[in-house]
């Protein structure tokens, strides 16, 4: 059972916008610690996406976005394309553990 | 270029002992914190040990606690994971990856090396 929820799976044809949901508590995304996004494509690491909520590194196309209030955050996809295909993970810090917690993982599947 | 590459992943008995290693370039490694992150096969990521630039600062995760070691060798650019009393619940791909500044993220991550343990 991860500390960070995620859904299992999401989908979406070509073209279309999808958001993963990233759910903590207030020991870690509601205590005010960032959420950071990496994308691991089949049978790679994982790489970064969004750091510090919603900024991307060099090099991650803004169809990629992040936001985040409360105790949840989410990762929005714009504009999916097929090399889109991967797990999605969400991360953060929580303080009552005083570790680095990831969710457990969202498989996208573009249609 | 940022590389980090990991070695020293294989197949062990249980309770037995590995040395993970792992070699970075192209950036100041003397400066960076550095992590290790497992992921267990078809399963999702976990962080498991955080070393300091220095080495004055270790955590690791109640998981591993007792058990694995990490260290660093500043002058070789190296990370190092010692892992003992293994599990076959350690079976896992071994990432190692920096964190950016002590941000809590990580910006950085090595191709992985899997440990399996197995009678």
Known sequence: QSV???????????????????????????????????????????????????????????????SKSGTSASLAITGLQAEDEADYYCQSYDSSLSAVVFGGGTKLTVL | EVQLVESGGGLVQPGGSLRLSCAASGFRFTYSIMNWVRQA???????????????????????????????????RNSVYLQMNSLRVEDTAVYYCVRESGGAYYFDFWGQGTLVTVSP
């Open chain 1, 4 to 66: 960070l929820t995620q859904p299992p799976s999401v989908s979406g044809a070509p073209g279309q916008r999808v958001t993963i949901s990233c759910t903590g508590t207030t020991s870690n995304i509601g205590s005010g610690y960032d959420v950071h996004w990496y994308q691991q494509l089949p049978g790679t690491a994982p790489k970064l996406l969004i750091y510090g909520n919603i900024n991307r590194p060099s090099g991650v196309p803004d169809r990629f976005s992040g």
């Open chain 2, 41 to 75: 096969p078809g399963k999702g990521l976990e962080w498991i040990s955080y070393i300091s630039s220095s080495s004055t600062t270790i955590y690791y995760a109640d998981s591993v606690k007792g058990r694995f070691t990490i260290s660093r060798d500043n002058a």
